[in-house]
Nanobody, 130 residues
């Protein structure tokens, strides 16, 4: 059973930046290391459904973004540190949400179907306001 913990959320003004981290632990011989897991980033705004915004394959050679964050957000990972990152720049008020990371053993990644992911973190709040 993997455990994921997000950090780096907070309050920023429009145009500001934040970097979210997702630390993954709980690897066992049955559920192999960070480099076997794709990571997805999702968010849920108040009163809205959770949506996928980015993902990165286990090796980092495949990344995907929702159109609304493309060009502003960058996903990356450091498998040696069991950590994935979401660098967010040019934040807008509509980016206000709870942000979640999720993991699944896979060679690729998707953002369209959240139930594809097996393990989830508790989320971190990002608030963008003036």
């Amino acid at each position: 059973q993997l455990q994921l913990v997000e950090s780096g959320g907070g309050s920023v003004q429009p145009g500001g930046s934040l970097r979210l981290s997702c630390v993954v632990s709980g690897f066992t011989p049955d559920y192999r290391g960070m480099d076997y897991n794709a990571i997805g980033w999702f968010r849920q705004a108040p009163g809205k459904e959770r949506e996928g915004i980015s993902c990165i394959s286990r090796t980092g050679d495949l990344v995907k973004y929702k159109d609304s964050v493309k060009g502003r957000f960058t996903v990356s990972r450091d498998n040696a540190k069991n950590t994935a990152y979401l660098q967010m720049t040019g934040l807008q008020t509509e980016d206000t949400a709870v942000y979640f990371c999720a993991a699944v053993q896979s060679t690729h990644c998707i953002i369209e179907v959240e139930r594809w992911y097996d393990y989830w973190g508790p989320g971190t709040q990002v608030t963008v306001s003036s």
